[in-house]
């Protein structure tokens, strides 16, 4: 159980309570056969598009022709190689330049996805035979190394519940099983993840074939989103839609514009200059933030102006991956109401 937490450390690094700084986005590890030039040309082609497809967060972006263009000079994107070895397969670790990488990008027309990306939990109940049970590492090691691994090359920050006393108490396989929603989410608080995922994996009788279905708890609607086929390819058709999902949603839009816009935001609650230094440097660490200023110091709170790409919609989605930021509400008014352009927030 201990490892599905070493995992996510070694390959997230958390920044916030509800954020993940996403490390290795521009770095991908390609397997090779050989390692004559030609294997390493391709297994470096291979890897930029992969390392595209992080970055987007839209498999399809591979097709793109301004990206498959750049393959032709795939060593002017590359800063560093070197072969390894894992288990008897040979590999190629490439790292790429994240500022060609993502100009390339904006040239394509793609959207991009900054790296503090929503940290998930995903509650699985499989049922093999007349037997259901929650995915741990320990019951399901394979399953729990193949969510793993494919979280990883898309980018996705993923943890599994450990699944110990404290998360007994509140769940049970019938709770994923149904999707109880109130459960999960409480117990899901200690992982202080932006979402909670309930799935369920199981065999039809009929046919044989594995089915998952898998729904952010948070949804209106009991909808699920159902996977059919192997047991392997449906665990990872689910990590490549969530990760499609969340891209989704917090990507920034070409469309938008990656031209910086300016945004001023108001800040409450800050008490002293190293607050206020230390707000400006989390603001500064968005992806969508390009530069972020004090421009005036009122006695209940600063004005920012904020530089950032994208369009309002884009900046305001950051921000709810920043727990340090959160809704301002005047305690003085008896009702709550915001314009689409206003950005008021308190220092937490």
Not at 52 to 58: D, L, M, P
Not at 91 to 112: C, H, I, M, W
Not at 265 to 279: C, G, H, M, R, W
Not at 285 to 302: E, M, Y
């Amino acid at each position: 159980m201990i490892r599905n937490l070493f995992l996510l450390c070694a390959m997230f690094i958390a920044f916030s309570s509800q954020a993940i700084e996403v490390k290795g986005l521009y770095q991908y590890q390609q397997p090779v056969d050989d390692k004559t030039r030609a294997s390493r040309v391709t297994a470096s082609q291979n890897a930029l598009l992969n390392v595209v497809i992080k970055v987007t967060g839209e498999p399809g972006a591979t097709n793109n022709q301004v990206v498959r263009g750049a393959l032709s000079d795939i060593s002017d994107y590359m800063t560093k190689f070197e072969y390894g070895d894992n288990e008897g397969q040979s590999y190629l670790n490439v790292q790429f330049d994240s500022n060609k990488v993502n100009t390339l990008v904006r040239e394509a027309g793609l959207p991009l996805w900054g790296n503090r990306r929503p940290l998930v939990v995903i509650w699985l109940a499989i049922e093999d035979g007349w037997r259901r049970e929650l995915l741990t590492a320990d019951t399901h090691p394979q399953v729990e190394e193949l969510l793993s691994d494919r979280a990883s090359r898309r980018g996705l920050p993923i943890v599994t519940p450990l699944l110990d006393l404290e998360d007994r108490q509140h769940v049970e396989v019938t709770d994923v099983w149904g999707n109880f929603s109130d459960s999960l989410d409480i117990a899901s608080q200690r992982y202080m993840a932006e979402r909670v995922v309930s799935a369920r994996l199981y065999q039809d009788e009929r046919s044989g074939a594995w089915e998952l279905d898998w729904r952010f708890t948070n949804e209106d609607q009991f909808e699920a989103t159902r996977h059919k086929g192997d047991k392997q390819q449906v665990i990872l058709d689910m990590v490549d839609a969530l990760a499609s999902a969340l891209a989704s949603e917090y990507a920034i839009d070409a469309a938008s514009g990656y031209d910086a816009q300016q945004q001023m935001l108001k800040l409450y609650n800050t008490t002293s200059f190293v607050d206020i230094e230390y707000a400006l440097r989390r603001l500064r660490s968005l992806s969508v933030v390009t530069d972020a200023n004090v421009s005036h110091v009122a006695k209940k709170f600063i004005e920012i102006n904020v530089s950032h790409t994208g369009n309002v919609d884009d900046l305001r989605k950051a921000l709810t991956l920043d727990s340090y930021f959160s809704d301002y509400r005047d305690p003085d008014k008896f009702y709550y109401s915001t314009s689409n352009d206003d950005l008021e927030y308190a220092w937490q």
